[in-house]
Structure formats: C-alpha cells, structure tokens
C-alpha cells in the first residue's frame, strides 16, 4: 500500500513538474551581469518497458522511469577566469511504480563503485577555466575527450563509463564519470591556421573504475553475483592516493587537408582482472587495476570527390591485462585496435527535399598480438579478434521539428543492437523522443551484447528546458 | 416571421462587414503592431556607432497595403504580395528615401583605382588578376556582375552579432538563435595591415566562424570554415559540438543544406550568396529601375511573431542589375535564383531562390547598412520559405569591423572562450 501511494505521488509529482515547465510561455535561460553569470539545464523523465520477457521479467515490465535533474552553470569572472559546473540529481522510480520487479539494486550502488541506482545529487562536473597567453588551464572535475569514434571507444580513454543505469545506450556524456584533473591546453598563436594544439593532462590521484549494474539490475551482467561487485569494492585501490595517477599527453594540428593528432596515456584499466588467491574473500580471488600505456593516433580528412570526412584512430596498449582460465595469472598482452569511420552528408530529395540524410559508417577492429590460448574469451571479453561495424542515419523534417535516426551496431561474432528513434522538438522548451533499443545476438555468445540479447526496451523520453 | 428577420439582419450585416473589408483593403493591418526590437535580447549600437544620417532619413513616400500597386516592378512580385495581404505576413511598409551615391571605404577607392583595367575573365568565367578593390568598373555579362559582388566593398575583419527569431507557419517564435558571425581576409584587404594580403602558406582566403550562445541546445556549437583562393579547393570546415565534448571535422560539399536550428537558410544563402561563384552559371538578365534596401537604417526592427525582418526600412530607387544563377550541380536543391544587385555597393538586395521544380521556394532580403567607419552591416535578413510560410531573420547588432585581428581570433581557445559550453 505505501509503495503504491509513493508510486502515485511520483507520477503526480511528474505530471505537475511537466505541466509547470510546459506552461511557461517564455524561454530564456537565467542570465546575469551582462552574461557572466549563466544558469541553464533540464528535468528529464525517461520510461522504459521491456519488450520481452526473460527469467523473472515479463514483456511490458517498467525497465526504467528515471527522473533527472541537471543544472549547469557558467560563471565569467573576467575574459580569462571562469568556473563551469554541473549539478544533477536523479530519482529512479521503477521501484515504486511496480512491485513485481526485482527490487534487489534499489538500495544498491553500480559495482564495484558506481552511483546509486535509486537516487543521487551529484556536484557532477566543476572546474575552473584560467586562460594565459598560449595557455589554458582547466582544473577540477571534468570529462576529457580524444578520439574520432561514435558509439564506441577507442581514444576516448580518459574517463570510466557508468554502465549501471542504461548500459552503453546513453550519449557518452551522461555516462562518463569524470574525473579530477589537470588540464593544460597549448595553442601557440603564430600556428592558429594550423590549429595545432599541444594537451597534458595528470589525473594525480582520482581513480574510479567502470560501473555496472548490480545484481538483479536491468541491464546486469547475466550470471554474475552481487558478491563480485561486493568484493571488487573492498580491494579497490584507495581512490585518493597518488598511486592512482594518470598521466598523458597529446598533440594534433592540421597538415594539408588531413588534422592529425598523436597520444600517449599511462593510466590503471577500469576494469579489473584477477588471480585466485585463497588469502582473499570471501571469495577467494585477488581483483587489481594495473597500469597500462596506451599510445596512438587519430586523423580525419575530407575528400571532395566523394564529399566525404574519412576518420579514424589507432590505440596501441602495452601490456594489456587479461583474465586467464586458470585463475592463476594476469596475462599480459600487447593490444591493437583501430576504427576507420566516413561521414557523409547526403541528399535523398526525392526522400527530403530540404535536408541531408547524415549518414556514418564505422569499422572497429581489435587484435590481441602474440594471442596466449589461456586467455578467457569469456564474461564479455572480446577474444583475439574483434571487428564491429556501425551505421547511423539521421536526417530532420520540417525546419528541424522531426529527427528520425537509426543506429546500427553489430559484431562479426553475431552480437549487435538496433536503436531507432525518432525526436520532435517544438520549441526551444521541451523535446520528446520515442525509441527503441532491439538486441540480437546468438546464443552462448558473448562480447559486449550478447549477454543482454533478451532485454530489447522501448523508451520515451521528455526533457524540458530551461 | 422572427427567423426570417434575424437571417436577413445578418446576411445585412454581413455584407456590410465584407464590404467594409474590401474598401478599406481586406487583409490590411496598419501598424497596430508594434514595429521594434522583441525578443529576450537587448540591442546593441556598433561600438562606433552608425554612418552619420542613416538612420533619420527623410522619407518621400510610403508604400503599404493602400498603395502597393505604385510600385508594381520596381520590388520582386513577393513584396508586393506581402504589402497587401499583412493578415498573413505582418504590418510590411516600403519608406522610399533619397538616392544617396555609395561611396566604399578610402582604402577600396584607392585599391579600385591602382588595380583598375587589370581584371580579366577565363573563358570559364574564373576571375583572374584580381588583387583588391572592384574587378569591373561597367560589368557586361552575369559574371562580372558576379566577381563584383564576391569582391565588393566589405571589411578586413569582421564580427556580427545577430539575433534570429525562428517564425513558424502560425506567427509562433520556435526559439531565439544568438550568435556571432566572424570573418577574416586574408586576400583584397584595403584597410588594415597588412595589406593587401595576409601572409599565409596555405592558400586562405579568409576564416569564418558561427557560434552559438543562445539556445540551450545550440550554445557552444562552434563551426569554422576555411576558404581558398583557390576556387576550385572545397572549404574545410571544423564544428566543436558541446554534447561531444569534441571538434568534429565536416563535410563542406553539402552547402545547400541549412546550418541546423531550424534555419531557413542554407550555408550558400547567407547574406544573399555565400557560396563559391564557379560552381554556379551566372546571367545577367537585365536592369531594372528598382527600390532596393540599400541603404537601410541600423537599427533592426520587426513585428513581433511575424515573419518579415525591417518591417518598416529604408529603400532608394537605383537602376539594379538583374542576376540570375543556376547551379552546375544538377542534383542542387535550387533549379536556379534571382538576384537583384545594387549598381553601386555590388550587394545582392533580394535574392529568390527556386526549387527543382521553378517554384518561388526561399527569399532573402538583405537589409544593407552601414556603420560610420563606412564598411557594411546586414542590419537584417529576411529568410523566408514561401512554401511553409516559415522564417528564420537573423538582425545584427552590436557589430565591428577592421579592428585588425589576426588568425588567432578564430583559436579554438578564443572561440571557445567567446561561447563557454561544457
């Protein structure tokens, strides 16, 4: 009975909000002194329903109602001083909207160390912003992105992704856990046509590992006890401790018509292998976060001939670590991946006769050199060779009002996910998104989709603006 | 007995109502509207404020619904349409002022004069020669009419600051788009060092920049374009995307699409052509008598939810060049547009723009102002697709020009710094 009443308070909560914010007539973000001062953001409600039943679940189950709240703030104090920061809090309320689900993760964190998967307020990005010269610097918690790719990651390795609350199906913006570092920037002046750009950055001591669902949650990882994530946090290193430290470096510039960029990134991998090791527990296994160096490379170029952007990026990790079937070692590899992507901007105007259809195509590949056979090809590793492909279509009807878009992302090995959806958005105040995310992959198969193959979703999503 | 009376007290009433419409003009709407700056966003004069005079012209006539036919010919048919009928389109009035004779800034004078006679044509129509100032002093044919507009008296640098309502078919505001729009030359400069070109080894023409401040969904959105001498050499164009957290390379060979926002206009359409000549045919049909916009008064006005940018401007009679151009790209959005040009200042006052199958589809009216250092603001722009009735009609404010930027105005780190995002 209390559940229901909370549950109908929520939704009666969630109606006044949309209504509120939907009968503002005016919309303006706040700003003040003369613009230095900025404040703007949204409430978002996102509703998921299972599309099939598996295990427990049944087809039409809530997979999520989450309410969010995010602000942001940019505070100029003078041309070369200023503060940004994101402020977001998040109710998930499946729980007390249906108490047929397993309501094991509502108390729970994403594991090992992730965000609570009920609710939370989260001072989720602050930094300051102090510009010198040729220099810039920014110093706080923040997300920092190298790379080319969409969809998937190669370069794109500084920040740990939250994959407890939607797995890999958000914008990585809203998943990626940022961090507390240094940032430096330098762009000489005398090279500006070139846009060449010289960046360090020093994580000193703020490691956080990738999070996933705990057990019982929607999108957790089928067969894995609670026990692990529990005992993954007990041996994580002490997040404020300058063994943690992270440390990199990347220059890129235009050259011709090509903008190159190098890297190099020492850093502990997110995610944990282990050793057995019967003086741990209570399971009798020794989790640890070495250290990897990753060095590589990205280019985009645009060819006229075929209007095309070609991209691509190139990641080397000395020593990656990996699983071995026996327990009895961390297995040591060295690891190459790549992705070469287009982007072309089309005209269909038989289709649309005002915009492009932007159409994306990428091929990820990944190679484990000097493959040892002990090396587990299980729990979601990707074994020796990996190659996926994606494909994303969008286009936007009636000055801009109606984006459809498809997603296409699928693994040789027979595992991948389709993620139609189409947005409309009005006005400046609100925009809706109906979707679907529909997984395929073949049985006893892994990698990163195939364990979720059954928990194809619909969702809409309502976010307000202010 | 008593029905029938009533039926014919309103069928009496009626016709007198309808009448009444029609004498006094049907869809007429006199200013009853407020003619001025709306929106959240307070205006801004240029920092040295505006040519001397413009903005108090003296008006010899006015031309609204009542008197549209007066000028039948001497504006595009459109306006016409738009004068008579402001039930759809708004209060609309034509203010015909004095001819006054353009003069460019003193360094395109002198430039114009140095390089005089040195300008010639490839039989493709590439300009060649050409250093500074106006190719053509008597153009002859559609493209020297063309290489006068592309070459016409603008600015070394420049920034303009504008203001875009996006007007839906209901008179509705979607959103306001604010931003900045920035340019430097590398190539014709006149007024500031150095001059006449900027040194640089990689073939510039200029750099141009479009970010976005304003709304939530566009703020930080930054795209810059390079452009080359070379007419033949694509742009390369960057976009840092705030929701990415990256700068995203682009693909410039889709110009006609629009910039995204829900503009009406595409890349190629800004300040009535923005686009590379030798990809187009240029003619040159004839000249006319015309009313044209150019020398408008500084200070934007419109009426609030309606589509028409300077509902209330400025006009001169001059005997405009008549341009048309059809794309080379068979598969181009436009079957073709028209052009009606300034003979002076080389501007494109109107552009009309035609879809694949010759429909009036986009029009463009250039509202041309000037600030007192003498270069030239677009105090306005009409942006309009006459097949949705929509409208999107960036107004510049606050804008400058030749301060004597150099390449590192366009910096990430200084654009970056000019639309913070995360």
Not at chain 2, 122 to 127: E, H, S
Not at chain 2, 335 to 350: A, L, M, R
Not at chain 2, 379 to 391: P, R
Request: aromatic share 16%; proline share 6%.
């Amino acid at each position: 009975m209390k559940k229901k009443l909370k549950g109908i308070m929520l939704l009666t909560c969630f109606f006044s909000v949309l209504l509120f914010l939907g009968a503002q007539s005016v919309f303006a973000a706040f700003e003040f002194a003369d613009g230095r001062v900025y404040l703007t953001g949204f409430y978002e409600n996102l509703t998921a329903v299972r599309l099939q039943g598996v295990g427990d679940t049944d087809k039409g189950d809530l997979n999520m109602f989450r309410n969010t709240l995010q602000v942001e703030t940019t505070l100029e104090l003078n041309d070369n001083f200023s503060f940004f920061a994101i402020v977001r809090g998040y109710y998930e309320g499946m729980w007390d909207l249906d108490d047929s689900l397993d309501s094991r993760p509502e108390h729970r964190h994403g594991g090992p160390k992730g965000a609570h998967m009920k609710r939370d307020l989260d001072l989720r990005e602050w930094y300051f912003t102090i510009r010198a010269q040729d220099l810039t610097f920014k110093i706080g918690r923040q997300q920092l992105i190298w790379g080319e790719s969409d969809a998937l990651r190669m370069a794109d390795i500084i920040n740990p992704l939250d994959t407890s609350w939607h797995y890999v199906f958000e914008d990585w913006e809203n998943i990626r856990v940022p961090l507390r570092m240094i940032n430096v920037l330098y762009e000489p002046a005398k090279l500006a046509e070139y846009q060449v750009r010289a960046e360090l950055v020093w994580i000193p001591e703020d490691f956080r590992a990738q999070a996933f669902a705990p057990e019982g949650g929607v999108w957790a990882i089928p067969g894995l006890p609670q026990i692990i994530w529990d005992q993954e946090r007990l041996e994580l290193p002490d997040q404020h401790n300058l063994k943690n430290s992270e440390i990199g470096g990347r220059i890129r510039g235009v050259v011709g018509n090509w903008e190159l960029s190098v890297f190099d990134f020492y850093c502990r991998d997110d995610n944990a292998v282990y050793t057995f090791d019967p003086s741990h527990g209570p399971l009798p296994l020794r989790f640890e976060w070495p250290h990897v160096n990753i060095l590589g490379g990205t280019f985009n170029y645009f060819n006229n001939l075929t209007s095309t952007v070609f991209r691509g990026e190139m990641a080397y990790t000395m020593d990656k670590p990996h699983n071995s079937i026996y327990q009895d070692r961390i297995i040591d590899k060295d690891t190459v991946a790549f992705m070469l992507g287009f982007d072309r901007p089309t005209f269909f105007t038989w289709l649309n006769p005002a915009r492009t259809f932007f159409i994306s195509g990428q091929w990820f590949h990944q190679h484990i050199l000097n493959f040892d056979d002990d090396i587990t090809t299980v729990e979601m590793d990707r074994g020796r060779y990996w190659n996926v492909v994606s494909l994303l279509i969008n286009t936007q009807y009636y000055h801009d009002y109606i984006i459809p878009q498809i997603l296409v992302v699928h693994d040789f090995s027979g595992n991948g996910f389709i993620h139609p959806s189409i947005k409309y958005a009005p006005g400046d105040r609100w925009e809706i998104t109906l979707g679907a995310i529909l997984l395929h992959g073949q049985d006893n198969s892994d990698s990163y989709w195939g364990p979720m193959r059954k928990d194809d979703e619909a969702y809409l999503r309502f976010r307000v603006k202010f | 007995m008593r029905i029938i009376k009533t039926t014919m007290a309103v069928l009496f009433l009626s016709f007198f109502f309808l009448l009444g419409n029609l004498l006094l003009g049907g869809n007429c709407i006199y200013a009853d509207d407020e003619i001025g700056w709306h929106g959240p966003y307070e205006f801004k004069v240029p920092p040295d404020g505006f040519k001397q005079g413009i903005n108090d012209q003296k008006v010899i006539k006015q031309f609204n619904c009542g008197n549209a036919d007066e000028i039948n010919g001497l504006v595009p048919d459109i306006q016409i349409e738009w004068l008579k009928d402001s039930q759809t389109w708004g209060p609309f009035f034509i203010n015909e002022t004095p001819y006054e004779k353009y003069e460019p800034t003193p360094g395109y004078a002198q430039a114009t004069e140095k390089y005089k006679g040195t300008c010639k044509l490839r039989d493709d129509g590439l300009l060649l020669n050409w250093v500074a100032g106006l190719p053509f002093e008597n153009p002859q044919n559609g493209w020297e009419v063309a290489w006068n507009f592309e070459k016409r008296c603008k600015w070394d640098d420049v920034d303009f600051p504008y203001v875009a309502p996006v007007v839906d078919k209901k008179g509705k505001v979607k959103h306001f788009l604010k931003g900045d729009w920035r340019r430097l030359y590398f190539v014709g400069r006149t007024e500031v060092d150095p001059k006449p070109a900027y040194p640089n080894d990689r073939g510039l023409e200029l750099m141009d920049s479009y970010g976005y401040s304003d709304p939530y969904d566009m703020r930080g959105i930054i795209p810059r374009y390079y452009r080359y001498v070379d007419q033949f050499k694509p742009d390369d164009g960057w976009m840092y995307i705030p929701t990415m957290r990256r700068v995203r390379r682009l693909s410039t060979a889709q110009r006609m699409d629009t910039p995204g926002g829900g503009n009406v206009y595409t890349w190629d359409d800004f300040q009535g052509f923005a686009g590379k000549i030798m990809q187009y045919d240029w003619k040159l049909v004839g000249r006319k008598e015309a009313l044209l916009p150019r020398m408008a008064k500084g200070t934007p006005e419109w009426v609030d939810g309606r589509h028409l940018a300077n509902a209330n401007q400025y006009y001169q009679r001059v005997n405009a060049y008549i341009l048309e151009c059809i794309p080379k790209d068979p598969n181009h959005v436009y079957s073709k547009s028209v052009f009606w040009v300034d003979p002076e200042s080389w501007h494109f006052c109107y552009a009309m723009r035609y879809d694949r199958g010759d429909r009036l589809w986009r029009i463009f009216n250039t509202h041309i102002s000037y600030m007192a250092n003498g270069t030239y603001m677009p105090a306005g722009m009409s942006c309009l697709d006459v097949q949705t009735n929509y409208s999107s009609n960036p107004y510049v404010h606050g804008s400058f020009s030749n301060t004597g930027w150099t390449p590192n105005a366009f910096s990430w780190k200084q654009l970056r710094t000019l639309y913070p995002s995360r």
